[in-house]
């Protein structure tokens, strides 16, 4: 299946600076999926890109997937308390098994 | 309410025992799958399936056995031969085969051997 490489694995920031999580591979993706994981909880569901370049936001969430379809950024404004988490990339999959990136845990600073 | 319900939330068993956790569904997903969780870790998948009667080994299959008997239902059963088998399993489900559609997971279930 497809493997991807998620950096950075930790992120400490001050609340209100910016947050950024990258998702890379070696080979061409289908999509890409997003999801986050709040402390004691379960993976929800974010977002998935599918085309070349395609860039979508969420509020102060943005997603971008790259021209290659090789690698895949969110990147977060102005972090909220709430925000905190781990961030998790999905890489579509010819084998239909939905398979994780590492993830990127983000904690904040009030 | 639809949605997938993973049951208990928490599980204490002993060392040598076999245990059952419960994955149902009524999202009418035709894919599941289990993923075991370590504290401060990723996601590994275990086991899957794509279709009824029919499923697929993981990632870290060794230690574990599944079922799908029926569409809504994907329970896994963790052997005494898992080595390390304290963990957060979680179960998820998903629309179709393809892997363009997004998982939905349970509430998971912590699993403590003692």
């Known amino acids: 299946g497809q493997q991807v490489m998620q950096i950075p694995q930790y992120q400490h920031v001050q609340e209100g600076e910016d947050f950024t999580t990258y998702c890379n591979s070696s080979?061409?993706?289908?999509?890409i999926q997003w999801y986050k994981q709040r402390p004691g909880g379960h993976p929800v569901f974010l977002i998935q890109l599918v085309k070349s370049g395609e860039v979508k936001k969420q509020k102060r969430l943005t997603f971008q997937f790259g021209e290659a379809k090789k690698n895949s950024s969110l990147h977060i404004t102005a972090t909220q308390t709430t925000d905190v988490g781990t961030y998790f990339c999905?890489?579509?999959?010819?084998?239909?098994?939905?398979?994780f990136g590492s993830g990127t845990r983000l904690s904040i600073r009030p | 309410d639809g949605g997938i319900t993973q049951s208990p939330k928490y599980l204490f068993r002993k060392e040598g025992q076999n245990v059952t956790l419960s994955c149902e569904q009524n999202l009418n997903h035709d894919a599941m799958y289990w993923y075991r969780q370590d504290p401060g870790q990723g996601l590994r998948l275990i086991y899957y399936?794509?279709?009824?009667?029919?499923?697929q080994k993981g990632d870290i299959a060794e230690g574990y056995s599944v079922s799908r008997e029926k569409k809504e239902s994907f329970p896994l059963t963790v052997t005494s031969a898992q080595k390390n088998p304290t963990a957060f399993y979680l179960c998820a489900s998903a629309k179709d085969r393809s892997s363009s559609t997004e998982a939905f997971f349970g509430q998971g279930t912590r699993l403590t051997v003692v």
């Open positions: 399936s794509q279709i009824v009667n029919d499923f």
């Open positions: 999905a890489p579509g999959s010819s084998a239909s098994k939905i398979i």
């Open positions: 080979t061409t993706l289908s999509n």
